[in-house]
């Protein structure tokens, strides 16, 4: 069986529809198919600052909503980032092996930096590819189910394998992205040309997993949508309702010409109304598993723990392969 590695930020206090649509389904489905290693990543989140007591608090909300959402424990590792500490120290080999000009290019830092300003951003988050690969390679990875958002540090982390294998000796396994084009960038409600993110300008772009159900279908009803009047995707003249079709066929199961069909001389109104709906309908159930997991904190903390053992056992293998290619003296 093929493997697969993906982790996702515990920096909200939500998943966002994004964050689902258009990576987490991939992750439940290549269950079914591949071998698969799954990881809420602390270490990434801590780039930023961040509230010791709220970090921990989201990385078992995290974890919650992953099961809830179909990650089975049974066959996936599901874990934490900071439990498995060969991450870490694979990350340090791979550093030494990027350019300095190589990292600088990454466009998530180049936006974050800026953001922030040079004195502030922090050297973390200059790295943080390069542990983002190291994530990948360590479990020899061959495909990482993710959003077009991640397009180019998964390129990056492609090219750390290949110059490795060429300096050392094949070690790694060169990574594939998976990102499925239908829905792998939702857009914003209210500025459907910008990707939906949880530093959206407005809170009304943003639909959160485990928001009140009613506000999300307020938000929906009042997503931004386009002159005209026809229920046609056109992303480039209808880029809002074209979303929100995106959007409908992913939880609906309908493809979107099939959309277009049942929508053809109907308003936006009426589609906006019927999408609102299918959204309750599908996190009303998620939200009430998301707190049984949460009623249980004791069981919660024993599946991740489980998880990273089993993690482990492939991170420990890959590292010792590493540290041997590298030269480091064997410990004793
Ligand atoms: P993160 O936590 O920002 O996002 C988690 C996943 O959600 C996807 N995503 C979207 N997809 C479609 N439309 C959107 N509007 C949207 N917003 C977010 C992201 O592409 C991502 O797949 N660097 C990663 C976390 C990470 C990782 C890894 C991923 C750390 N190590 C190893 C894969 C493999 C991140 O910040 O994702």
Redesign the pocket.
């Known amino acids: 069986r093929l493997r697969v ?5 515990p ?1 909200a206090d939500s998943f ?1 529809l ?2 689902y ?4 389904r991939q992750w439940v489905l290549l269950q079914d198919t591949h071998e698969t290693y799954y990881m809420v ?1 602390d270490l ?1 989140a801590i780039t930023v600052e961040q509230d010791p007591k709220v970090l921990r608090q989201r990385t078992r909300v995290s974890a919650a909503q992953l099961l809830a959402l179909g990650v089975d424990p049974e066959r996936s590792a599901l874990f934490v980032q900071s439990h498995v500490p060969e991450h870490a120290q694979l990350s340090w080999v791979l550093e030494c092996q990027t350019g300095f000009g190589e990292a600088s290019r990454m466009t998530q830092f180049k936006d974050k930096a800026a953001k922030q300003g040079t004195d502030h951003a922090s050297v973390g988050l200059f790295t ?1 590819p390069i ?2 690969a190291a ?2 390679l360590i479990y020899q990875a061959n495909a ?7 397009r180019q ?1 998964l390129e990056l982390s492609r090219n750390l394998a290949q110059r490795f294998n060429r300096r050392y000796g094949k070690t790694f396994t060169v990574p594939e992205p998976h990102i499925v084009k239908d ?5 914003d409600l209210q500025d459907p040309t910008s ?3 949880k530093s959206a300008s407005s809170p009304n772009g943003l639909i959160e997993l485990l928001e009140d159900p009613k506000r999300s279908a307020k938000k929906i009803r009042s997503a931004v949508t386009d002159t005209g009047r026809d229920i046609v995707f056109d992303p480039e003249e209808k880029a809002g309702v074209s979303n929100l079709l995106t959007i409908y066929s992913a939880l609906d199961g309908r493809t979107v010409p099939e959309l277009e069909a049942a929508y053809a001389g109907k308003g936006y109104g009426d589609l906006k109304k019927d999408l609102a709906e299918v959204l309750v309908e599908f996190v009303t159930p998620f939200q009430e598993r998301v707190q049984s997991y949460l009623d249980d904190v004791a069981e919660l903390d024993k599946v991740l723990a489980h998880g990273a053992e089993r993690a482990r056992a492939v991170a420990a293998e890959t590292l010792a392969l590493v540290y041997d290619r590298v030269g480091f003296l064997p410990p004793g």
């Open positions: 590695l993906s982790g996702i930020q920096t966002h994004g964050n649509l258009g990576a987490l990543v990434h943080y542990l983002q994530d990948i990482v189910p993710v959003g077009e958002d991640q540090h829905t792998a960038k939702i857009f990707k939906m993110s």
